[in-house]
């Protein structure tokens, strides 16, 4: 209950008016009443808003009850109205009607009236939040690319969210079937999701695969799909989950891979090879195959030490080549280096071309 309420009484009579309020407040509802008997000073109470309760008598001199209802449905439909009048009426749209010979219903229906306006107020918060929740989930969903669905396997009746009709592109107001998914599914995938589903259906077990969508014009979506598998009250098995259109990622992936294999291409006709090292740890973080092959050591061994590495370096070479390394690991710089390597059978090489005459190996690199 409002600790104190807010009365807008349109009423000619100021001891009517201050009749009601002591009735009210006797019955435990203290109350701030304003009366109005201009059409002027309605609306401008209306339009000051903070307004609980309406009571309005039904005719007055300059002013009618009927006209206050009609412009409180547009102003303030939220708030109640309740006539309370001398003269037998009703009207649509008001709260109650109470007579003034019987003033002894006006407080049950005040009350009843903001039990009232309290539960739609409440129901209209709920609403509104369930909208904002569905809309900020929609747009979360558009961002990442994520639909979500659900599948009754027995009945057969599927769900989609509109991020879901999106990446199938299917018009919202289609009905989604197993038939249109089928439709989409690329035909190289079509038995691995059909093997796919029927094992996890078949074992109650949760899903978590990929499988290409051949749309309509052609081009080809890479799909991730989870699901969680759940009984329903009747015994039956429904799928609830999410899909994600991870198309961009694998094109990522490819372009990735292909710049990876033009490098190393590249590296191999120019014998160069590419490496990352952090001088505090003696860690090399990373060797190119090149790198491998030109020191002459196993890319199936995993990264080598510093420490193995440096022993490769010319024994004749390895003090001066100490001292760079060392000078440039103290100052953060760049560095350049010519060294000869040995490799494991005892043959000097320079970039692996078989040479037996005293060449140098050149190495360059940068501090970050």
Not at 74 to 101: H, M, N, Q, R, W
Not at 102 to 131: D, N
Not at 175 to 196: A, C, F, N, S
């Amino acid at each position: 209950m409002l600790s104190r309420l807010r009365i807008l009484s349109i009423e000619d009579d100021p001891h009517d008016t201050m009749l009601i309020q002591d009735l009210l407040e006797t019955e435990g509802l203290v109350c701030e009443v304003t009366r109005v008997d201009t059409l002027a000073a309605f609306m401008a109470s209306v339009e000051q808003g903070g307004v609980d309760l309406i009571l309005a008598d039904y005719t007055l001199p300059s002013f009618d009850g009927i006209s206050a209802l009609k412009l409180a449905m547009k102003a303030c439909p939220d708030v109640p109205f309740i006539f309370v009048s001398g003269t037998l009426g009703e009207e649509a749209g008001a709260t109650d009607y109470v007579l003034k010979t019987r003033l002894s219903r006006l407080v049950p229906s005040v009350l009843r009236a903001l039990r009232e306006a309290t539960q739609r107020a409440e129901r209209k918060g709920a609403e509104e939040s369930l909208r904002q929740n569905e809309a900020y989930l929609a747009e979360a969903q558009r961002l990442s690319r994520t639909g979500s669905f659900g599948w009754n396997i027995s009945s057969g009746e599927i769900y989609w969210s509109d991020e879901t009709y999106h990446i199938f592109e299917y018009d919202r107001a289609v009905k989604p079937t197993l038939e249109l998914v089928l439709q989409r599914i690329h035909p190289d995938d079509r038995d691995l999701v059909g093997q796919t589903f029927d094992g996890a259906a078949e074992a109650r077990a949760n899903l978590d695969f990929e499988h290409r969508l051949l749309m309509a014009d052609g081009s080809v979506k890479y799909l991730h799909v989870l699901a969680r598998a759940l009984e329903t009250s009747s015994g039956s098995l429904e799928y609830v989950g999410a899909l994600t259109d991870v198309t961009a990622a694998k094109q990522a992936e490819k372009t990735l891979r292909e710049s990876e294999a033009y490098l190393a291409e590249a590296q191999r006709l120019s014998h160069t090879g590419s490496w990352a090292w952090t001088p505090a740890t003696g860690d090399i973080r990373y060797w190119s195959e090149e790198c491998y092959r030109v020191l002459g050591f196993d890319p199936q061994g995993g990264l080598p030490r510093f420490e193995t590495v440096f022993q490769r370096i010319h024994p004749d070479d390895q003090a001066g080549t100490m001292e760079a390394l060392e000078r440039a690991r103290r100052e953060g710089a760049e560095f350049e280096l010519n060294y000869r390597i040995v490799h494991p059978g005892g043959e000097i090489r320079d970039n692996d071309r078989g040479s037996d005459r005293r060449p140098d190996l050149l190495a360059v690199a940068w501090a970050r």
